[in-house]
């Protein structure tokens, strides 16, 4: 199978995330040109950019970073075959103590940024037959979850982009896709109770839950020259019968 990412611009937001950061290095190691963001773990990105990965600071809630950031990416690149959509900010509080700020952020980096920077950089993704765009998502999104009404709703709103955008760009080859990763064991998820990580395995047919190496490498297979013609979906990694 020919997994080779050669020649390939890939831009992942989240570059410093656990998903994110294993994403990086295989598409590297691959022979990809990868370009990732970060916004306040500089030692992960420091890390990650000794791979040969070209690191961005940006704040994916702010416009004005963003516009920053694309001026100089869209003055350096002339196209872009893969975006992925990985960055997400949480700020879990019921909707009772939910504040408007933490409402505003949380969207504005899961939601708005996705839609943004997919707009911005369309022209560079549209020199490229096909190119691909990844929304990591996750099962919040689909069935919610108590405490995370923000993170919830971002992740559903790409889920719902993922099926317009693929409708949308389809016939440009442009190919839009979801991957919910499943529960893994991150920065996101490091103040989840043990108990919590416990039943998910209980739940789980494999006893197992989610490696970020392995959804980087269904990512990097999804990447690859092997997929032409898959769009519009939401692929799952679950820790549970769906
Ligand atoms: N962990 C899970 O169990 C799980 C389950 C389902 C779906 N997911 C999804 O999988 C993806 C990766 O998750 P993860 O657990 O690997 O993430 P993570 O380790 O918690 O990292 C979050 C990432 O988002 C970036 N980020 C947050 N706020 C930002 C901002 N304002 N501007 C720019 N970047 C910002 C962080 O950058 P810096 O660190 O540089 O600030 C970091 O790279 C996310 O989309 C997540 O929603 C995760």
Redesign the pocket.
């Known amino acids: 199978m020919d997994l080779l990412l050669s020649r390939k611009k890939i831009l992942v937001?989240?570059?410093?995330?656990?998903?994110?950061s294993a994403f990086v290095r295989q598409a590297v190691a691959r022979g990809a040109e990868v370009h990732f963001?970060?916004?306040?773990?500089k030692a992960?990105?420091l890390a990650l950019e000794k791979t040969g990965a070209r690191k961005h600071r940006?704040?994916?809630?702010s416009t004005e970073s963003m516009d920053v950031f694309l001026k100089e990416f869209l003055a350096a690149h002339e196209t872009l075959d893969v975006l992925v959509h990985?960055?997400?900010?949480t700020a879990d509080a019921r909707l009772g103590s939910l504040s408007e700020a933490e409402w505003d952020r949380v969207l504005a980096?899961g939601l708005k940024a996705p839609f943004y920077l997919t707009q911005k950089l369309l022209p560079l993704l549209l020199k490229v037959r096909p190119s691909k765009v990844f929304m990591?998502?996750?099962?919040a999104g689909l069935e919610g979850l108590p405490g995370a009404a923000n993170y919830a709703a971002a992740?559903g709103g790409l889920i719902a982009m993922t099926k317009v955008l693929a409708r949308e760009l389809g016939k440009k080859q442009v190919l839009v896709n979801a991957v919910?990763?499943?529960?893994?064991k991150?920065?996101?998820?490091e103040n989840v109770p043990e108990e919590t990580f416990q039943a998910a395995l209980e739940r789980s047919p494999t006893r197992t839950i989610?490696d970020?190496e392995e959804v980087a490498g269904f990512l990097v297979y999804l990447s690859s020259g092997l997929v032409r013609g898959v769009t519009g979906q939401v692929f799952h990694f679950e820790s549970r019968p769906l």
């Open positions: 937001t989240g570059g410093t995330s656990e998903l994110g963001t970060w916004h306040e773990s992960r990105a940006v704040d994916l809630g990985n960055a997400a900010a980096v990591i998502v996750s099962r992740k919910n990763p499943g529960f893994m991150s920065r996101m998820t989610s970020p």
